[in-house]
């Protein structure tokens, strides 16, 4: 609570601020008043932005002075952790828009609690917004998608799960999803393949249940054509498990060992026997989980010992200058370190309200052209049903020389 307090202390502070910039701090507290957004339209002729001459259609470029941003978030419901993260979203969400507001575009935020009956998102809100974010849940989604405007876009940013509404509801996806990590994990497998050669063997649990996404993973391997040897052991045989490792034909080339399973204990057992192979000189390297930077019990010297590579839908790269710029000025406006949630906040928002601001009311036709690297996650769509999917993901290496590369 003390938290929140200094938090909320601070943002009413940052109205202060030189920048070209309107939020509400506090869900549905705002004064109605008349929409004097000057709008500019133009009209592009259709040659120019389509392949085919056959359609008619034009694409207008409708540009609002003031950029209208709904944010929906349950800020009060759920345990105390839940609703401190989605305060932490909001916070990075004000310093997008502190940014933004300062290289010049005019925002008009209004923050609303999808948990709140009175200060939920009305249907006039819905309609005077030019970018949609939130609420959270499937249901909070579909509740809120009835009282849209059908030609609007609602935004999902933070639950995986609600991909899965994106084929029937105009709804974008922004958080990537653990498909197209894997997706992107088999095309990193295929280019080194196809650029470096080796060998490549499938760890995985004997007797285990791989999970859903680990049965993809096996599925796409099978499609790509990349032929691969296999070793299958339980955990409980790991201390016998070396051989299995050790009996393989030694190669001219790297063996690359793909590791398919989200159990930390084998994972961590996998990782340990690769490391050791690479410890008697063999030539080696390793694809794993994206679950493995959240792995405590892994040695993180076996990670860069044996090349680990992985994929991820967000990862900071705490050397980059914008980062550090990030992280200096959260923790002067709210006292308190960032997290996940908190930069998420931040690329969301800064996203989708600088893609209206390029493309105006009519974004979302032109977000599968409107790709952009953010603090913590990237942003590449694919239309997919009615909306859209985020397909972005970023590769992780575990150099040799202990560093951390992240492209």
Known sequence: MKRHIIITLILLGLACLDASAQW???????????????????????????????????????????????????????????QSNFMDFYSGALLAVRSLGNSGLEINLGVFDSSSGAGKVRESDLQESDVIIGPVSSADILSTLGACPEEKFIVSPLDQRTAALVQEHNIIQAASTSEAQVDELVAWIMEDRDANGGTFTVVKEKGADPGENNRYLLEKLKESGVVCDTISYGILEGMKALSSFQSLPETALCRRFIIVSDNEAFVGDAVRNIAMLKFMGRNVSAYGPSKIKSYESLEQEDLHKIDMKITASYNV?????????????????????????????????????????EYGRNWPEKIGEFQWKGLQEDFRFEASGCGSINKATRRITYNSDYSISVH
């Open 24 to 82: 509400y701090l506090f869900p549905n507290r705002r004064k109605s008043r008349k929409d004097t957004s000057a709008v500019t339209t133009v009209i592009i002729p259709e040659e120019s932005i389509q392949d085919s001459a056959e359609v008619a259609d034009q694409f207008v470029l409708d540009i609002p002075s003031t950029i209208r941003v709904c944010l929906s978030m349950p800020f009060s419901s759920g345990s105390t952790a839940q």
């Open 317 to 357: 790269d705490y050397s980059s200058a914008e980062v550090k710029n990030f992280i200096l000025t959260y923790r002067s406006l709210f006292q308190a370190e960032p997290n996940a949630y908190a930069f998420s906040g931040y690329d969301v928002v800064y996203y989708f309200v600088k893609i209206c601001s």
